[in-house]
């Protein structure tokens, strides 16, 4: 949100513009979208960008897509990309990079919905087991906990 500072003062002195600016416009109560409206309406600039963040987390936000939908949506995303990398802001541009490297993953999320959760979460309830049985000298003991916990 940096950018957003760089380009009006106003919203360096009132963080209650910057949280209307992140907040999703569905979310939004009828007064906080005046302010908000009125906001960028007073700045242009921000409004573009405003806008073109509200098209990319829209983009994002699509889950199992069909092969179609996929091929309509990756040149849109593509040409993002290109948009945020060329970029004079700095952190523009830095969420070009990122969004690049992780070009084919965010492809992979639209095709598929598919999610490590699970696994995660028997890590972490492994770690806890763990944490609470350090200095137990029977790993069997150990064994024996994760399988009753997480099996």
Not at 3 to 24: C, D, F, P
Not at 63 to 80: D, G, T, Y
């Amino acid at each position: 949100m940096m950018t957003y500072r760089e380009l009006s003062h106003q919203v360096k002195n009132n963080r209650g513009i910057l949280a209307l600016l992140r907040t999703r416009a569905d979310r939004l109560t009828p007064d906080k979208q005046k302010k908000r409206d009125a906001f960028l309406a007073q700045n242009p600039a921000i409004d573009a960008i405003y806008q073109f963040q509200q098209q990319l987390h829209q983009l994002l936000m699509n889950k199992a897509l069909n092969q179609n939908k996929c091929r309509e949506v990756i040149p849109i995303f593509l040409e993002m990309l290109n948009d945020l990398k060329q970029s004079p802001f700095k952190a523009l541009a830095a969420l070009g990079k990122t969004l690049t490297t992780w070009k084919d993953e965010v492809a992979r999320m639209w095709r598929f919905t598919k999610s490590n959760g699970i696994t995660e979460g028997f890590h972490r309830k492994m770690k806890l087991i763990q944490r609470r049985a350090y200095g137990f000298r029977n790993f069997e003991n150990y064994r024996v906990r994760v399988k009753v916990l997480c099996g």
